[in-house]
């Protein structure tokens, strides 16, 4: 399998979807290969949570990646596309970047 996918499956296992019970893991790659990943975080406050793709782009970003070739999310047991939030983001950052649904 490959590596992006399954870091993607390992972050889902890290979810904390104490509400919804929804669990999503991302990984995204780097220009240079370096995969960085996250999970989905809920809060009781619903509009705090913030999703996996958002957590592993941020992730990227604070420690010094730049451009991106590939995004990888793993959701449940249904292909998960991006919300809202999370395009949006991806627009800005990874604006070339192939998405993948795992």
Request: proline content about 3%; hydrophobic content about 45%.
């Amino acid at each position: 399998m490959d590596a992006l996918i399954e870091a993607a499956l390992r972050a889902r296992a890290y979810a904390r979807a104490p509400y919804s019970g929804f669990h999503v893991g991302a990984a995204v790659e780097d220009s240079e290969g370096r995969i960085f990943t996250g999970c989905n975080v809920e809060s009781a406050s619903y509009g705090l949570t913030i999703c996996a793709e958002r957590v592993a782009v941020f992730k990227a970003l604070s420690e010094g990646a730049a451009k991106f070739r590939r995004i990888a999310v793993a959701g449940g047991d249904v292909l998960t596309p991006p919300c809202g939030a999370c395009r949006q983001v991806l627009w800005d950052w990874c604006r070339e970047a192939e998405l993948i649904l795992v």
